[in-house]
């Protein structure tokens, strides 16, 4: 860095400056799929908002980061105002793998292997009256509860970077199929029931329209178990590595039809079979587990096995490799390892941006708040992408376990987090002392309103029961 600052300052410095070129080109690229121009504008003040150090992103909070009097304006952009969701989609989906592809050819990395993985992830919800709302089980909750759920493609870019491409909203056949719910939800017409594994299908249509390529499609046991999806993927010629059950069956040589289970209790006794290899580096180093890979009955499809070393947890991932790719086992273990980073980019997402902070109620406002999030997302992940070699000053790793640790450590090279940290606090501009006392009054009034309301809907049940 040619800088007479530290090299911490300058970090931070060159950090901040490519967000705002970043989120600038984000905001020229979504232009296109707006109707009127103060849409626009207010969208981008939407994305700042989530990018900022709010500690809850709502109508109301994001209103008051952006200037405005009231929340309306928040709230008609995701309601009612006239934009291209979907194309606003695809906007951020180019802007992201773009933005990728390009931090690993300036890193040195154009050789990384591309993976596109499928993913759930959800939000709590009270009430019966939200899109796609159900009891079912909330991934980020461990538990089975009232809320929502939305299917995600992520790009992931190996050793650069990854980040979220695409989303469906899941909702349950009995919405879909009555005409009271659909309404009261805001379900487009014509909407179909859709299963998780379809609703990939459908994510991965419009990547593929974008021209997005991947190396491997990786997914969990969700779409493991989708034959849609197999056949859908297999059809185009896509290899994957999706995971599957221990009850999954799968035909031998031969004809012979085992489960995954029976497979590994009778062709995999001898310790020769299995192979110590590192599925990737993790946040604590090199994640270590014993592969097994079995051929099946068609030349194309095989059964890759994972045991952990500790546990001897098993799990199978059930793979595609058409002839004349390469798909061997070492690059389907790579592969296998880079489902892991949709995870980060849930809880980088949820953590730093608000993904399941929204309290939009209808089909369309939902997948509203989900495209600006992912743009917001994009934006620091491609960042950090492209100065990942530029601020990546650590120490080389420790050769032996006795090791003395260096003078200096250094430091990691910036992340997802600390340029949405940094950015937030060196471009936020203060609230002027008038519009923070007309937003205390337009509070209190509103929810005096709404007490109101809620007593006299209590009066009236109280009456009913005692008549």
């Known amino acids: 860095m040619l800088t007479t600052e530290s090299k911490a300052a300058a970090a931070v410095r060159i950090g901040v400056a490519t967000?705002?070129?970043?989120?600038?080109?984000?905001?020229?690229?979504?232009?296109?799929?707006f109707a009127r121009t103060t849409v626009w504008l207010q969208a981008g003040k939407y994305v700042a908002a989530v990018m900022s150090d709010l500690p809850e992103r709502n109508g109301w909070s994001i209103a008051r980061f952006c200037g405005d009097a009231t929340p309306d304006r928040t709230q008609r952009l995701l309601n009612h105002a006239s934009w291209d969701t979907l194309g606003a989609m695809g906007a951020v989906r180019r802007f992201a793998v773009a933005g990728l592809d390009e931090a690993a050819r300036r890193n040195r990395r154009a050789g990384g292997m591309r993976a596109g993985v499928l993913d759930?992830?959800?939000?709590?919800?009270?009430?019966?009256?939200?899109?796609?709302?159900?009891?079912?089980?909330?991934?980020?909750?461990?538990?089975?509860?009232?809320?929502?759920?939305?299917?995600?493609?992520?790009?992931?870019?190996?050793?650069?970077?990854?980040?979220?491409?695409?989303?469906?909203?899941?909702?349950?056949?009995?919405?879909?199929?009555?005409?009271?719910?659909?309404?009261?939800?805001?379900?487009?017409?014509?909407?179909?029931?859709r299963t998780k594994g379809q609703l990939a299908i459908d994510v991965l249509a419009d990547a593929r329209a974008d021209g997005v390529t991947f190396d491997f499609i990786c997914g969990d046991e969700v779409y493991g178990a989708s034959p849609d999806l197999r056949e859908y993927l297999e059809a185009c010629g896509q290899p994957y590595v999706l995971r599957v059950a221990s009850n999954f069956t799968l035909t031998l040589a031969g004809g012979t039809a085992v489960t995954c289970a029976q497979a590994v209790k009778t062709l995999l006794k001898d310790k020769r079979s299995w192979e110590v290899r590192s599925a990737g580096n993790g946040s604590k180093g090199q994640r270590w587990y014993a592969w097994a890979w079995l051929g099946t009955g068609s030349g194309e499809h095989s059964l890759l096995v994972r045991r952990h070393l500790?546990?001897?947890?098993?799990?199978?991932?059930y793979c595609y490799a058409p002839e004349g790719q390469p798909g061997g086992k070492a690059r389907l273990i790579r592969a296998a390892g880079l489902r892991w980073p949709v995870e980060e980019s849930f809880e980088l997402g949820k953590d730093c941006f608000g993904l399941d902070q929204c309290q939009a109620r209808l089909y369309t406002a939902i997948q509203r708040h989900l495209v600006l999030v992912m743009a917001a997302l994009a934006i620091c992940a491609v960042t950090a992408a492209l100065l990942r070699a530029r601020t990546d000053t650590q120490a080389p790793p420790p050769a032996a376990p006795g090791q003395r640790p260096p003078a200096d450590p250094g430091m990691i090279p910036l992340t997802v987090p600390e340029i949405r940290r940094v950015l937030a606090a060196l471009t936020a501009r203060p609230i002027p002392p008038p519009l923070i006392i007309h937003w205390d009054a337009w509070t209190r009034r509103h929810q005096a309103r709404a007490r109101w309301f809620n007593q006299r809907a209590h009066l009236q049940r109280d009456y009913t029961l005692v008549s």
């Open 19 to 33: 967000a705002l070129r970043e989120r600038g080109q984000v905001l020229d690229l979504l232009r296109p799929c």
């Open 120 to 193: 759930e992830t959800g939000q709590e919800k009270h009430g019966t009256a939200t899109a796609g709302v159900k009891r079912q089980y909330i991934g980020c909750a461990g538990r089975v509860a009232n809320g929502i759920n939305t299917v995600h493609l992520s790009y992931v870019r190996e050793r650069t970077g990854h980040a979220l491409i695409g989303a469906r909203q899941w909702i349950p056949r009995e919405q879909v199929t009555s005409p009271v719910a659909s309404l009261v939800t805001g379900l487009p017409d014509g909407l179909r029931f």
């Open 310 to 317: 500790k546990t001897g947890e098993l799990a199978f991932h």
